[in-house]
């Protein structure tokens, strides 16, 4: 679907045309991401985002499949293979350094991409459903991630597995026997190395998967924008192509540069030395903690450290973790306000920045702190803001609040008044 | 087919039985239950095979000898890919351990349930923090052994007693005490 007024493709040549008639791709990326799909003309940064998270997804895919190349999921060679990926192979250290800190930039896209989802309420009607495929993108991305870091079978690799699938271990009658299938052990060994390699390799496919997805459900309403006003007229919008390519190609290289200063001058800051010591299933580093992206969601784990009703603290820690994301999937049904934007949500916008982020920002900090004081207590009260803010504040903002008034349209919110936009303003020249 | 009126259509014709039973519909039901009953039956081995091989199993037991143990001292072995820890346990330690009410507990059992009948100086356990699975520390020399003198887990601060019970931290259970048997005066065989 599209605007009516959207540019139709016409092949040019006998060629496309030829295709055209027979496999109309060319047509489909012109629709897609081409001159063919009008855009809101006033998205800002933030909504470079996608774009550059799909990025980060083809870049990890190239990667790992060239370290896969080189790689052997056995626990008695695995660690050495990614010495010998460092050291022997060509340019191996440029792939390995590129696949660790993507994962990183991968996240980092992400939680922008989240942040941008919260704010401007993305999720809200009728793009639900982009929303719950956006949720489950980032648990597969977690899981990946998650088994990826065990593959190069250091400290850390094999004492995140067996923490993470300790976890389940905390299921009441089912834990134990579920903790051991997923091992295929009674620790992690060549069993769960295996699998998680095999699974850390499928995963991203089943991502991409998804993301088609996502973006087919995105074609259908078409981007939100800053002001949160539905798109009217032609005026509101500009064709994607050569508008947004040009807009994401920019924020491409603003990331890039980025991504570069990581890779080659500081590889190994986002990661921990301890992983450069091989797995030994006898000796526990002093201070186990996992990547960065996970640090707020280990912070709710362990924000319970003493039994709730009957349930055990371990497993109220569970519980919480799994559902501080899970409670996205039903925060476009918790949040009644009919006004997206939080430019217009006076109330909305103090929870937002004074509630919500630094409770977000005390949990990360948390999470990467040892588990003592003043840690675990700023962790207990950020996760019962965290589960408050989602559970009890949005929905009541959405029904006490007074939004400010919103622009009749996208091109009154630009350009002060409808009547200053030209007429056909879009049908620039063919490129 | 109940809804069949006088008029006798094509379909009518062809499928109705006396018993009102069509066979396309006898078809169908059975032959879309066996490909389903099919379909899943090919799920148990796909969820089997994740479960822990004949050779992982076979590493199950594990033999050792507790004679060389001096009271006071541990030793470590591995059980199953996991640390086990092995204590002889002094007098003292086992008065410790004996004098503490079983209400303030949190996971309450006697030094006697435990250890085996005989050997009750013995204290074998796995040596895994019952929290999130990190190895406690307190078995080898000069290792903090923690509040309670018996381990104590420096991940998230659990500490276990010299019966290697839960006392204080996010553990919620003692220190797993594995299936085993003496096989003579000082051989254990664990698993």
């Known amino acids: ?25 060319p047509r489909l990326v012109y629709n897609a991401v081409g001159a063919g799909y009008p855009v809101p003309r006033n998205l800002n940064y933030m909504w470079n985002f996608g774009v550059l998270a799909g990025f980060f997804l083809v870049l990890q895919i190239i990667t790992g499949v060239v370290l896969a190349m080189h790689y052997a999921s056995d626990a008695t060679v695995a660690f050495a293979k990614v ?54 993108i980032f648990l597969l991305m977690m899981a990946t991630a998650f088994m990826g870091y065990v593959l190069p079978w250091g400290q850390m690799s094999f004492w995140g597995a067996k923490v993470i699938t300790g976890l389940f271990g905390a299921i009441p009658l089912v834990g134990e026997p579920l903790q051991v299938w997923l091992l295929g052990g009674f620790a992690p060994d060549d069993a769960a190395l295996n699998r998680f390699f095999s699974l850390h390799f499928l995963l991203p496919f089943v991502i991409a998967g998804v993301v088609i997805m996502h973006i087919w459900a995105l074609h259908i309403p078409g981007s939100s924008n800053p002001t949160g006003v539905e798109v009217k007229q032609e005026s509101d919008t500009v064709p994607f192509h050569p508008y947004y390519t040009a ?44 990547e960065w992206y996970f640090w707020p969601f280990y912070a709710i784990l362990r924000a319970f450290t003493v039994d709730f ?7 109220m820690g569970v519980i919480a973790m799994f559902g501080s994301i899970l409670i996205w999937f039903i925060l476009p049904w918790l949040d009644r306000s009919p006004v997206r934007s939080g430019h217009y949500r006076p109330l909305f916008r103090k929870f937002f920045w004074f509630g919500l982020i630094p409770a977000m920002v005390v949990l990360f900090i948390c999470g990467g702190a040892p588990a003592e004081e003043p840690y675990v207590m700023l962790s207990q009260l950020a996760t019962a803001y965290y589960f408050l803010h989602f559970l009890v504040i949005i929905p009541i903002i959405g029904q006490i609040e007074k939004p400010k008034p919103l622009p009749y349209s996208i091109t009154e919110a630009v350009l002060g008044s409808d009547k200053k936009a030209v007429k056909g303003e879009n049908a620039t020249p063919a490129v | 087919m109940a809804e069949a009126t006088g008029t006798a259509t094509a379909d009518t014709v062809i499928d109705s039985g006396d018993d009102g039973v069509r066979r396309r519909d006898f078809i169908n039901i059975a032959a879309v239950s066996a490909a389903g009953i099919g379909g899943l039956s090919v799920l148990y081995p796909l969820i089997s095979q994740m479960a822990p091989s004949a050779d992982v199993l076979a590493e ?22 996991q640390p086990l820890f092995v204590r002889r346990l002094t007098e003292v330690e086992l008065d410790e351990a004996n004098a503490v009410q079983l209400a ?45 003198g ?13 019966a290697g019970r839960i006392r204080k931290g996010p553990a919620p259970t003692n220190l797993e005490v594995p299936e085993y048997e003496f096989t003579s005066e000082s051989i254990i065989r664990v698993g």
């Open chain 1, 309 to 315: 009703l009957f349930i055990p603290a371990k497993l």
């Open chain 2, 150 to 162: 018996g381990y104590f887990c420096p991940c998230h601060g659990s500490h276990y007693d010299t």
């Open chain 1, 247 to 290: 807009k994401d190609g920019f924020g491409l290289g603003v990331i890039l540069i980025l991504f570069a200063i990581m890779v080659f001058f500081l590889p190994n800051a986002l990661g921990h030395p301890d992983n450069y010591i091989e797995a030994n299933p006898l000796s526990t580093p002093a201070h186990i903690v996992p």
């Open chain 1, 1 to 25: 679907m599209s605007f009516s007024w959207a540019r139709q493709y016409e092949p040019k040549n006998g060629f496309t045309q030829w295709m055209d008639e027979r496999l109309p791709l």
């Open chain 2, 104 to 148: 303030d507990l949190r996971d309450p059992a006697t030094m006697a349930d435990r250890t085996k009948e005989g050997h009750g100086d013995i204290l074998v356990t796995m040596g895994v923090c019952t929290h999130l699975g990190c190895v406690p520390l307190g078995a080898a020399e000069g290792e903090n052994k923690g509040e309670y």
């Open chain 1, 83 to 136: 010495e010998h990926i460092m050291r022997d192979v060509n340019w191996g250290w440029l792939m390995r350094y590129a696949h660790a800190n993507g994962a990183s930039f991968f996240f980092i896209v992400i939680y922008m991409h989240i942040f941008r989802g919260f704010f401007y309420s993305s999720y809200k009607a009728p793009r639900e459903m982009i929303w719950l495929l956006g949720v489950v």
């Open chain 2, 60 to 81: 199950s037991s594990t033999e050792l000898d507790t004679a060389a143990i001096a009271p006071g001292q541990a030793i470590k072995a591995i059980f199953r890919k």
